[in-house]
């Protein structure tokens, strides 16, 4: 039986929550994997893994890359910068080079949105978007809810604020997709320039104020300042964000004392958030990369054909 009933990965909205759940469980399976002295299994031996950013990132293409070997796979990483792209090959081009060369799947990153999407209409090999444009980042949202059910075991009727730079965000898009899925109450908060109106098709509420909201929160996401999407100035100063909006120790003080605090990186400190909130107890920042590695392995496997939780023997 076919885990996940699709060739690609390309957004939460695709997923049934079933799957999103699936996609969680076998997560906890790989994740124990951590532990052990030998931390590979054969389960994508003979298969070929072909990263292909056309934006930059440390996080996910690394995380792709050691779920990949995890899983025995065999690995290519094309740096964009230093391939022929920069002599105008086209993307379809360039990603038929690498079917010819039996690529079976593409982690694509690229600043338009629905490339990927595009991509996996036209070529056999299974795609998954590590990022695309404003749209979607579903791996992303994949491990902010795993590292939540880490966390508080459901998050069925969790408040879940999500924090800053909203407009210029693909987490937040599919965080909202995934948190609501699984029950979650999900509140924008940002100034009025970076959480716009065109949120409100999402059913979530949306506030302006950071300090009426944070005591109510189970859960805050703190987004990065994406300066290099901004075109012209969406806050008067950085100071004043920082006093607005930032995740300061004051703040952190007046929130529930089981307040789980999230950032998807790069971390701007002293921006969004403060030093020594990003480093406190309640801060599971650096536990999210090492959740993203299981998920993306739990991501292959489905994809793969591995079969559910419950039905798989020890590998
Ligand atoms: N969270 C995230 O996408 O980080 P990178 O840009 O470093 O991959």
Same mark, same amino acid.
């Given at each position: 039986?076919?885990?996940?009933?699709?060739?690609?990965?390309?957004?939460?909205?695709?997923?049934?929550?079933?799957?999103?759940?699936?996609?969680?469980?076998?997560?906890?399976? !790989? =994740?124990? #994997?951590?532990? %052990?002295? *030998?931390?590979?299994? $054969?389960?994508?031996?003979?298969?070929?893994?072909?990263?292909?950013?056309?934006?930059?990132?440390?996080?996910?293409?690394?995380?792709?890359?050691?779920?990949?070997?995890?899983?025995?796979?065999?690995?290519?990483?094309?740096?964009?910068?230093?391939?022929?792209?920069?002599?105008?090959?086209?993307?379809?081009?360039?990603?038929?080079?690498?079917?010819?060369?039996?690529?079976?799947?593409?982690?694509?990153?690229?600043?338009?949105?629905?490339?990927?999407?595009?991509?996996?209409?036209?070529?056999?090999?299974?795609?998954?978007?590590?990022?695309?444009?404003?749209?979607?980042?579903?791996?992303?949202?994949?491990?902010?809810?795993?590292?939540?059910?880490?966390?508080?075991?459901?998050?069925?009727?969790?408040?879940?604020?999500?924090?800053?730079?909203?407009?210029?965000?693909?987490?937040?898009?599919?965080?909202?997709?995934? !948190? =609501?899925? #699984?029950?979650? %109450?999900? *509140?924008?908060?940002? $100034?009025?320039?970076?959480?716009?109106?065109?949120?409100?098709?999402?059913?979530?509420?949306?506030?302006?104020?950071?300090?009426?909201?944070?005591?109510?929160?189970?859960?805050?996401?703190?987004?990065?300042?994406?300066?290099?999407?901004?075109?012209?100035?969406?806050?008067?100063?950085?100071?004043?964000?920082?006093?607005?909006?930032?995740?300061?120790?004051?703040?952190?003080?007046?929130?529930?004392?089981?307040?789980?605090?999230?950032?998807?990186?790069?971390?701007?400190?002293?921006?969004?958030?403060?030093?020594?909130?990003?480093?406190?107890?309640?801060?599971?920042?650096?536990?999210?990369?090492?959740?993203?590695?299981?998920?993306?392995?739990?991501?292959?496997?489905?994809?793969?054909?591995?079969?559910?939780?419950?039905?798989?023997?020890?590998?």
């Amino acid at each position: 039986m076919n885990g996940l009933k699709r060739k690609d990965l390309l957004d939460i909205q695709s997923l049934t929550t079933e799957e999103i759940s699936l996609i969680c469980q076998s997560a906890r399976y !790989f =994740k124990d #994997l951590f532990t %052990r002295s *030998v931390k590979t299994v $054969p389960i994508l031996r003979g298969k070929t893994v072909c990263t292909l950013f056309y934006e930059p990132s440390t996080r996910t293409r690394i995380s792709f890359e050691l779920a990949a070997k995890r899983l025995s796979a065999d690995m290519i990483n094309v740096a964009v910068a230093t391939s022929s792209v920069v002599k105008g090959e086209s993307l379809i081009d360039t990603v038929h080079t690498m079917e010819a060369m039996k690529a079976d799947y593409i982690v694509m990153r690229h600043a338009a949105s629905l490339a990927p999407h595009f991509l996996s209409k036209n070529i056999e090999a299974s795609v998954i978007n590590a990022g695309d444009g404003f749209h979607a980042h579903p791996t992303q949202a994949l491990l902010d809810t795993y590292s939540i059910l880490e966390k508080k075991g459901t998050l069925q009727g969790l408040r879940i604020g999500i924090v800053g730079d909203v407009k210029h965000s693909r987490v937040a898009r599919s965080d909202i997709e995934a !948190f =609501k899925r #699984l029950g979650a %109450r999900v *509140v924008l908060c940002g $100034p009025p320039t970076l959480v716009p109106d065109e949120f409100k098709i999402y059913d979530v509420d949306i506030s302006y104020n950071l300090d009426e909201i944070l005591p109510e929160l189970d859960v805050v996401n703190m987004l990065r300042i994406q300066r290099e999407r901004q075109k012209g100035s969406l806050f008067p100063s950085l100071r004043e964000y920082h006093q607005q909006y930032a995740l300061t120790e004051d703040r952190l003080r007046r929130c529930k004392g089981d307040i789980i605090v999230m950032h998807p990186g790069p971390i701007n400190r002293g921006i969004e958030i403060d030093h020594r909130v990003a480093d406190s107890p309640n801060s599971i920042i650096n536990e999210q990369v090492t959740n993203g590695v299981a998920i993306r392995m739990s991501i292959f496997y489905l994809l793969a054909g591995g079969t559910p939780l419950e039905e798989m023997e020890k590998v």
